[in-house]
């Protein structure tokens, strides 16, 4: 016998390090969204080629809403369209929520 101190892995413990990697997945999105966010509005200013919206929604979609949404009121950018004032904070709301409902049910 040794003297490991090893012990089997619950559902607690695999739950806990499944909302970690989700966590850090929307954690990742976001922040390659905040960063878009800056890159168009710059590109804007010098009215270069732009970041197409449907872009900025996908990856806002697949996990980046809180980035969107950080990166329009830090960068001052697309605030005035409606579909971004609204849809990235929705988009958000969702995301957190069934987040929420996932894990804590």
Do not use: C, N
């Not at 739950?15 to 509005?41: C, G, N, P, W």
């Not at 990166?71 to 950018?77: E, L």
């Not at 605030?79 to 971004?84: E, I, L, R």
Request: aromatic share 14%.
């Amino acid at each position: 016998m040794s003297g490991s101190t090893e012990r089997a892995m619950t559902a607690a413990d695999t739950t806990q390090e499944f909302l970690i990697i989700v966590l850090l997945y929307v954690a990742i999105m976001s922040v390659i969204l905040f960063f878009y966010m800056r890159h168009d509005k710059k590109q804007a200013q010098l009215r270069r080629r732009r970041v197409p919206e449907r872009q900025l929604f996908v990856i806002a979609i697949l996990g980046g809403g809180i980035g969107g949404w950080l990166g329009m009121k830090v960068w001052r950018h697309k605030t005035k369209h409606a579909s971004f004032a609204w849809g990235f904070p929705v988009i958000t709301l969702l995301q957190a929520a069934a987040i929420g409902w996932l894990f804590w049910g």
